[in-house]
């Protein structure tokens, strides 16, 4: 008890590792196979309750992944859909942006200026986000201080 009462020692992370220890005991009693079916159950549920059940994360993992690769190509996150939304600069009917209305108009983009769709992300994306352009963020708008601000339906 000395530990605890020096601080040298947190009880909450002793009784977190005791736990964890008692868990591997149970897994190993367990044996192998049956040891790893149950850990694989257990992060399959992990994983779907942390990333499948969020819309869209899903698909913005994947194109980064895919862009990290060399495959060119947008990743349909917050700014891009904010900004390429109807409400905004974008074409389509939906405020945000669509996951495919995303890919759609940056694939346009892309073809009408001979910019790779990951430079056309990059750029959009710069141009919006926090610590970076900060010009087309969520709230507030800076249309006072936008380059674009006359082609815009939100300023």
């Known amino acids: 008890m000395q530990f605890f009462t020096k601080g040298l020692l947190d009880p909450a992370v002793y009784a977190e590792e005791s736990d964890a220890f008692a868990e ?4 190993q009693e367990l044996g192998e196979h049956e040891a ?5 159950t257990y992060y399959a549920g992990f ?5 499948v059940s969020v819309p869209g994360l899903v698909e913005r993992l994947a194109w980064e992944y895919l862009r ?16 390429l939304g109807a409400d905004r600069m974008g074409t389509g009917s939906n405020s945000p942006a669509t996951i495919s209305e995303v890919n759609d108009q940056v694939a346009k983009l892309s073809e ?11 750029l959009i994306w710069n141009f919006c986000a ?10 507030p708008h800076y249309c006072n201080s ?8 939100g300023c």
Not at 36 to 40: E, N, Q, T
Not at 68 to 83: E, Q, S, Y
Not at 130 to 139: P, S
């Open 68 to 83: 990290n690769v060399g495959i060119d190509g947008a990743k349909p996150d917050t700014h891009l859909r904010r900004f």
């Open 47 to 51: 994983i779907d309750d942390t990333y």
């Open 146 to 153: 936008c380059p674009i601000a006359d082609y815009c339906r």
């Open 24 to 27: 591997a005991m149970a897994y």
């Open 36 to 40: 790893a079916r149950k850990s694989l």
């Open 112 to 122: 009408q200026t001979g910019m790779s769709k990951v430079e056309i992300d990059n």
């Open 130 to 139: 926090d610590g970076f352009g900060e010009v087309c963020t969520a709230t």
